[in-house]
Nanobody, 118 residues
Framework: QVHVVESGGGLVQPGGSLRLSCVASGSILMINAMGWYRQAPGKQRELVADIMAGGRTNYGDSVKGRFTISRDNAKNTVYLQMDSLKPEDAAVYYC????????????WGQGTQVTVSS
């Protein structure tokens, strides 16, 4: 009943920039948080960034100073601005939306591919 869709992935050269978007829709009463994880082939899924309802942000150590997460509450949309991209950033990026209802639940998108290559 909650649908999460990412977009904006693609091929970028090292040092380049890319902006990802994620839109949540459906039966949403309240959103506690939205954020991004990523997973490269053969590796564990890791936190990239998330943003709380009050606007507080959290970043994985590997992306601090290079990535910026932001949120448009009116559109139930979260963005990830990625600058100074490195080959190690290549992965499938997954968006989540954490909602409050009968308890809390985290919904995930299908992912968008980010490739960093010369």
């Amino acid at each position: 009943q909650v649908h999460v869709v990412e977009s904006g992935g693609g091929l970028v050269q090292p040092g380049g920039s890319l902006r990802l978007s994620c839109v949540a829709s459906g039966s949403i009463l309240m959103i506690n948080a939205m954020g991004w994880y990523r997973q490269a082939p053969g590796k564990q899924r890791e936190l990239v960034a998330d943003i709380m309802a009050g606007g507080r942000t959290n970043y994985g150590d590997s992306v601090k100073g290079r990535f910026t997460i932001s949120r448009d509450n009116a559109k139930n949309t979260v963005y990830l601005q990625m600058d100074s991209l490195k080959p190690e950033d290549a992965a499938v990026y997954y968006c989540y939306t954490e909602t409050a209802g009968y308890g809390t639940y985290r919904y995930w998108g299908q992912g968008t591919q980010v490739t960093v290559s010369s």
